[in-house]
């Protein structure tokens, strides 16, 4: 049966970008428009996201987001046929500000809304730019997340992995941090590039450790002693550094993901690598030469759709609702905690939270 047409309006609001996008959701999604505020300005005084202040920015800048999104689609609200958003998991009072926008929107629009796991979004958002067969298996490193998920189909996930403390992109950002660079990941890797990655020895997590969880805390600690030896950090030491740090945090993110690739023996070989970190470009060689060793096709996404963006949004709202849909969406709590996995929620210690 052919998949029925619909406009999909979707919000996102779950972290530190305002997103708002409008797609055309036949068989595959068309991305009319996608509007990604950032909220960096905001943070930046204080070294790190604020909640309250997030909360507050998205509930500022949320209407004239969604009127750009609009505008740029050239689509009438009347035309609308479905509003997706955020309903977690993430900071709760980003994910309220956006779901409450929506709720507002589906009472006066009379238009139905489809409350959206986040981490769905991320798991469907390959389907943006080019369509891979289920299942695949799926890499997601970001700020927020590190895990490993079987994507089984639109609806069914399967969680492999997850990081039992730090997520990979937060390791970047305090390691970028501790040593003076600007912003985050990217400045990590552009300061490694010039470095020497054998030149501070830096412990490989978990290591002989049967599974496919992440630890990043460990290498965030050894940096930080490094630096303090090492201290007053030459232009030369901090490119040492980086590149030491990059070299493990990416040699851990390949040797779990090859754990999965065999963990999921023979029901797929397609690997899908999303969120932030999946702009790294030594991250990108290695799984690249790891798909190429085991005979997988990877993906990555264009970096628009690996990052936070409400076009995932809408085309994980057009699946859920097709599938079924909630029974009664104006009723749905935003949530701090929304696992992607319901059969393997709870297993592993660690900080949860958003992560999970
Ligand atoms: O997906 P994302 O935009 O936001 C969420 O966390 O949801 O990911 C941002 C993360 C940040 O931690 C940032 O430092 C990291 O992705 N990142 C990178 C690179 N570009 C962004 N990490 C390593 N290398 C990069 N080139
Ligand atoms: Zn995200």
Redesign the pocket.
Known sequence: MKAQEMLVLGIESS?DDTAAAVLRAGERPEVLSSVVAGQDEDHAPFGGVVPEIAARAHADRLDAVIDRAMAEAGVAYDELSLLAATAGPGLIGGVMSGLTVAKGLSLSLGIPLQPVNHLAGHALSVALEEPVDFPFLLLLV???HTQLVLVEDEATFQRLGTTIDDAA??A??KTAKLMGLGA???A??RAARTGDAARFAMPRPLIGRKGCDFSFSGLKTAVRQAAEEAAPLSEGDRADLAASFQAAAVDHLARRTAAAMTAVGGRTNRLVAS???A??TLLRECLGALAAEEGWRLVVPHLRY???NAAMIAWAGACAFRGGGEAEPLAFSPRARWPLDARTAGIGGGKKGPKA
């Open positions: 972290c970001s700020g927020g992109g937060e970047f950002d985050g990941g990217p990590v890797e969120g932030g970190v702009a790294n690996c990052t936070d």
